[in-house]
């Protein structure tokens, strides 16, 4: 498949289709669609959805199987809409959450201290 024959990113059937029959092109156009959504997104998204897809690249590449992969990635988005200061809490407690966030970001600074040798005697 060439550059210009890249699936839709909707359409399912063409994936699969490629992914069957070259596994090689897929994973590149899969990762070049990947890319240009990253680059389209506005600017101060686009650190997080790197880093985002880097935990996804490392699941898939640790995990046994592509189901394993797969439940992993669920676990970690439901983690993500379900866990503490996830996208439930975000929605039913606004304020709460955007307290502990500014807690969370104030306990990660602290004040460098100076090391001192120790005197000679």
Do not use: Y
Request: aromatic share 4%.
């Amino acid at each position: 498949m060439t550059e210009s024959s890249t699936p839709t990113p909707r359409d399912f059937d063409a994936w699969s289709k490629l992914a069957s029959t070259d596994p090689a092109a897929f994973e590149h156009q899969r990762s070049q669609v990947i890319e240009h959504a990253i680059r389209r997104a506005p600017a101060q998204r686009r650190r997080r959805l790197q880093q985002l897809q880097w935990q996804l690249d490392q699941i898939r590449a640790t995990s046994r199987t592509p189901m394993e992969a797969c439940l992993r990635m669920q676990r970690m988005l439901w983690q993500r809409i379900e866990g503490e200061n996830g996208l439930l809490d975000c929605l039913q407690q606004p304020v709460a959450v955007i307290r502990r966030r500014s807690q969370a970001r104030a306990a990660e600074s602290a004040r460098v201290i100076p090391l001192r040798r120790p005197a000679k005697m």
